[in-house]
């Protein structure tokens, strides 16, 4: 079935950066986009970009443009996203999900990461 | 791209039905059909439940149906079960443009 397994929890200080894996399975990787979504504590969620894992090709959101880099390594069907000048407001879980491109539906997601930002 | 709104709660009995809100604008909500619903219970990775405004994933119970009229897309909820009790986000996307996730609505099975 298809799975994506995200990497563990993460505890950053201010100024920092974090990279955070999404290992996916159970389908061809390079079909599909990954999404990043973040969920603060006690918030909604908030699409932070995608990647599509064919060519590469990536959009972000402009409120994290600067700070935020997706990549790819189809080899491994393994999607990353690493922030950096990391602030206490990043302090997040951290999801990937597959998208079929055209769809809008984000389905399925990773089980999520929680990245922390305290000194 | 506005902000997607929602009502903050709602509530029935098990057996009822419940509608969703999603309220947009006529540039995105009314303009295109790319809005998806997601469940999510406490502490758990949010679930697709529909997508292209109507459709339902494999697995989805057929209890949950979206619709959408002008500027406002809805997801209904019958036959309650206390499983359903959960927080709803709805998402709203205009092609390459940011997804923005609504409010998020919170049902609560009396």
């Known amino acids: 079935q298809v799975q994506l397994v995200q990497s563990g929890t993460e505890v950053k200080e201010p100024g920092a950066s974090v990279k955070v894996s999404c290992k996916t399975s159970?389908?061809?990787?390079?079909?599909?986009?990954i999404q990043w979504v973040r969920q603060a504590p006690g918030q909604k969620p908030e699409w932070m970009g995608w990647?599509?894992?064919?060519?590469?090709?990536?959009r972000y959101s402009p409120n994290l443009q600067g700070r935020l880099t997706i990549t790819r390594d189809t080899a491994a069907s393994t999607a990353y996203m690493e922030l950096s000048r990391l602030r206490s407001e990043d302090t997040a879980v951290y999801y990937c999900?597959?998208?079929?491109?055209?769809?809008?539906?984000?389905?399925?997601w990773g089980q999520g990461t929680l990245v922390t930002v305290s000194s | 791209q506005s902000a997607v709104t929602q009502p903050a709660s709602v509530s029935g009995s098990p057996g009822q039905s419940i509608t969703i809100s999603c309220t947009g604008t006529?540039?995105?909500?009314?303009?295109?059909?790319?809005v998806s619903w997601y469940q999510q219970h406490p502490g758990k990775a949010p679930k697709l439940m529909i997508y292209?405004?109507?459709n339902r994933p494999s697995g989805v119970s057929d209890r949950f149906a979206g619709s959408k009229s002008g500027n406002v897309a809805s997801l209904t909820i019958s036959g309650l079960q206390a499983e359903d009790e959960a927080d709803y986000y709805c998402?709203?996307?205009?092609?390459?443009?940011?997804?923005?996730f609504g409010s998020g609505t919170k049902v609560t099975v009396l």
């Open positions: 006529s540039s995105d909500i009314g303009a295109y059909n790319y």
């Open positions: 998402t709203s996307h205009i092609p390459n443009n940011p997804y923005v």
């Open positions: 999900a597959r998208e079929k491109v055209g769809d809008a539906g984000f389905d399925p």
């Open positions: 990647i599509f894992a064919d060519s590469g090709d990536t």
């Open positions: 292209g405004v109507i």
């Open positions: 159970g389908y061809t990787f390079t079909s599909y986009l």
